[in-house]
């Protein structure tokens, strides 16, 4: 069955740390996607990237960096020099087959000032 | 462009009652997803509308059933509702396909209180 373990339930580091909010997943398709969500206090979720399982590319953009290794099932996500706007709840997401998808269940992280 | 439009943002229901939320996807997007948040589950799928039909349902009672219009407009329904379903429901549109591999969209979400 397939599963998206976030360990992290709560994360508070001071503002311009680096912090990295870790997914591992579960599945025995070969052809997934790998998703992470932020959700400020507002509610919406915010899509932020999204990664198939053909594509082991880490990437970067801007202060965010994701970094996926098949070998440990993992899609982790780091934030480098946060900020307080970084506050929120993170999701990640694991998608297969005809469009299913499940949830982690998120990582709070509190930016300190 | 206007965004996922979800409504009534807060509702506060007796228990028994049904209850009908409706979401309007982004112009253009076909498919609408709705899901569940509460602390204890965490963001659970519900079903996802494309082109008026169910193409996926999450792990939910009857209870809970949707349905979408020609113009893509969703609208999700909880009968005889229970104190736990007191939740945050979202819901969530894209292009072409299913929220499952490509982005999804989300609206504000409506807080449901079942007293």
């Known amino acids: 069955a397939q599963k998206v373990t976030q360990a992290q339930t709560e994360i508070s580091v001071v503002e311009k740390e680096d912090v990295t909010l870790d997914c591992v997943y579960e599945t025995r398709d070969t052809t997934y996607y790998l998703f992470w969500y932020k959700q400020p206090p507002s509610g919406e979720l915010v899509f932020l990237i999204r990664?198939?399982?053909?594509?082991?590319q880490n990437e970067i953009s801007g202060r965010y960096s994701w970094n996926f290794q098949k070998s440990t099932s993992s899609f982790n996500f780091t934030i480098t020099a946060s900020q307080v706007v970084d506050s929120a709840v993170y999701f990640c997401a694991l998608s297969w087959g005809d469009d299913k998808i499940i949830f982690g269940k998120g990582t709070r992280l509190h930016i300190l000032p | 462009k206007a965004g996922v439009t979800q409504t009534p943002r807060y509702l506060i229901k007796t228990r028994g009652q049904q209850v009908t939320l409706s979401c309007s996807p982004i112009s253009g997007h076909r498919s609408v997803s709705w899901y569940q948040q509460t602390p204890g589950q965490g963001l659970q799928f519900l079903f996802e509308?494309?082109?008026?039909?169910?193409?996926n349902k999450g792990n939910f009672p009857g209870r809970f059933s949707g349905r979408q219009f020609s113009n893509s407009r969703s609208e999700m329904n909880v009968s005889t509702l229970e104190l736990g379903d007191s939740a945050f429901y979202l819901c969530a549109s894209s292009f072409p396909a299913g929220s499952g591999n490509t982005e999804a969209f989300f609206g504000q979400g409506t807080r449901l209180t079942v007293v």
């Open positions: 509308y494309f082109s008026e039909t169910q193409r």
């Open positions: 990664r198939n399982s053909f594509d082991e």
